[in-house]
């Protein structure tokens, strides 16, 4: 990350490193900025609006010739904190912070396109996402055409004319289908389309979308980022072009903006995330591992089992297998519901990526908003269950299922 965003106030002759530091040194002093007191921790500046030593620093705040704050729904420095931090974690040139997932995710493509415009996505997708690509654009004149996301051929017919904006999540919730964001990046780009990938599931830590090759990247700061089920948040981290061209005017005059406070908890959050994550992700193998042993289950879907159906991409794109396992049980929706009943310990709830294991039912919540047929499309069937690795006890969890599975 850039050197200025190193906050070493109020030693300002203390030289920052002269080496690339590693993201998790950037995940705990990434875009830290002292204030006089030189607080340890990161300050919280709740404040709506900011003040002007005279009349003519405020005209010439507004005219862009100092970077003074104007005002919370532009900028403020608690969220600027959280904002260059996830940007250097992501490696990314730009970040903007938001009030939730979806507004990150409406306000990255809604900044791009126009009447006339057309989408390409995949098709499986969170239902919000969904909506958003399939209802709301189209009522502006917007065309969206939903693609099966493993399906090269069909990216390749979808990506043979001009297209404004790809969109795709990777892996996909509840089922975990994985796109090659390198390969649907290179023939996006070839109709001069942007490429922004919904990188919610893998989170920051297992997987780099702009390294491979896509434009943008947004996330649900619900999920992983906080991880800890206490805020709503988002973020769109892209270029430097891309952010000021498009996203700053659209985000400053909508106004969907992340709250200070919130920011605050989240810049905490990011510095421990990659190993909250990563636990996670051991966590949800072994559970992957001990479902696909079971007699109950028909089947299990993980991008770290080598029954994935694109195990050898995921392996290739992600560093792990991931938070979040899909799985099928033999019988019906009553047999699926009368397990998570016997659960004690995991919740029921409807997220995902949180420190507390949540399972969902997700023809009946999270998909709910669906048609029948496009929940069959994405393969959410009555006795589908979409289970959240937290960061319980891995054993305790095993036995948590196990006992649930007898009962
Ligand atoms: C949760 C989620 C969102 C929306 O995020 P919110 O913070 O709930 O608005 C978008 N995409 C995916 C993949 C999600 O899981």
């Given at each position: 990350m850039s050197k200025e965003n190193w906050?070493?106030?109020?030693?300002?002759?203390?030289?920052?490193?002269?080496?690339?530091?590693?993201?998790?040194?950037?995940?705990?002093?990434?875009?830290?900025?002292?204030?006089?007191?030189?607080?340890?921790?990161?300050?919280?500046?709740?404040?709506?609006?900011?003040?002007?030593?005279?009349?003519?620093?405020?005209?010439?705040?507004?005219?862009?010739?100092?970077?003074?704050?104007?005002?919370?729904r532009f900028h403020n420095p608690t969220i600027a904190t959280f904002e260059k931090r996830l940007a250097a974690i992501e490696g990314a040139e730009y970040c903007i912070a938001t009030g939730s997932g979806m507004s990150a995710m409406f306000a990255s493509i809604a900044c791009l396109v126009s009447a006339g415009d057309r989408v390409v996505a995949s098709a499986a997708m969170f239902s919000s996402c969904h909506v958003v690509l399939t209802e709301i654009l189209p009522k502006w004149g917007v065309t969206v055409e939903l693609v099966k996301g493993n399906d090269k051929a069909a990216w390749q017919a979808a990506l043979s004319s001009p297209t404004k904006a790809v969109f795709i999540e990777t892996p996909s919730n509840p089922l975990l289908e994985?796109?090659?964001?390198?390969?649907?990046?290179?023939?996006?780009?070839?109709?001069?389309?942007?490429?922004?990938?919904?990188?919610?599931?893998?989170?920051?830590?297992?997987?780099?979308?702009?390294?491979?090759?896509?434009?943008?990247?947004?996330?649900?700061?619900?999920?992983?980022?906080?991880?800890?089920?206490?805020?709503?948040?988002?973020?769109?981290?892209?270029?430097?072009?891309?952010?000021?061209?498009?996203?700053?005017?659209?985000?400053?005059?909508?106004?969907?903006?992340?709250?200070?406070?919130?920011?605050?908890?989240?810049?905490k959050s990011l510095e421990t995330m990659e190993m909250r994550v990563n636990r996670m992700v051991e966590n949800a193998q072994a559970i992957a591992e001990f479902l696909e042993s079971r007699k109950e289950i028909k089947s299990v879907r993980f991008p770290g089992l080598k029954s994935h159906p694109d195990y050898a991409l995921a392996k290739k794109q992600m560093s792990g297998g991931g938070?979040?396992?899909?799985?099928?049980?033999?019988?019906?929706?009553?047999?699926?519901?009368?397990?998570?009943?016997?659960?004690?310990?995991?919740?029921?709830?409807?997220?995902?990526?949180?420190?507390?294991?949540?399972?969902?039912?997700?023809?009946?919540?999270?998909?709910?908003?669906?048609?029948?047929?496009?929940?069959?499309?994405?393969?959410?069937?009555?006795?589908?269950?979409?289970?959240?690795?937290?960061?319980?006890?891995?054993?305790?969890?095993?036995?948590?299922?196990?006992?649930?599975?007898?009962?």
């Open positions: 906050g070493y106030q109020p030693r300002p002759n203390r030289p920052a490193p002269d080496w690339d530091v590693h993201p998790q040194t950037d995940a705990v002093r990434g875009g830290l900025s002292r204030s006089g007191f030189g607080e340890t921790a990161e300050a919280l500046y709740l404040t709506s609006g900011f003040t002007y030593g005279s009349a003519d620093e405020a005209l010439e705040s507004f005219t862009d010739e100092t970077d003074h704050f104007l005002y919370s994985i796109v090659d964001i390198a390969l649907v990046s290179d023939l996006a780009h070839k109709v001069g389309a942007t490429v922004v990938v919904d990188n919610v599931m893998a989170s920051p830590i297992l997987q780099k979308p702009l390294e491979l090759g896509a434009d943008v990247v947004m996330y649900s700061a619900t999920k992983h980022i906080d991880g800890q089920g206490r805020v709503l948040a988002g973020a769109v981290l892209g270029s430097f072009s891309y952010i000021h061209e498009h996203l700053t005017p659209f985000i400053r005059h909508t106004g969907p903006t992340l709250s200070p406070f919130n920011a605050w908890l989240l810049t938070t979040t396992i899909g799985f099928e049980f033999k019988g019906s929706q009553k047999d699926a519901f009368k397990f998570m009943d016997a659960l004690r310990i995991i919740d029921i709830s409807n997220n995902l990526g949180d420190s507390k294991s949540l399972i969902t039912h997700p023809a009946s919540t999270t998909h709910r908003r669906l048609s029948p047929e496009v929940q069959a499309e994405m393969g959410i069937k009555p006795a589908v269950l979409r289970l959240s690795v937290g960061l319980e006890f891995v054993d305790d969890l095993i036995k948590d299922i196990d006992q649930a599975l007898t009962s």
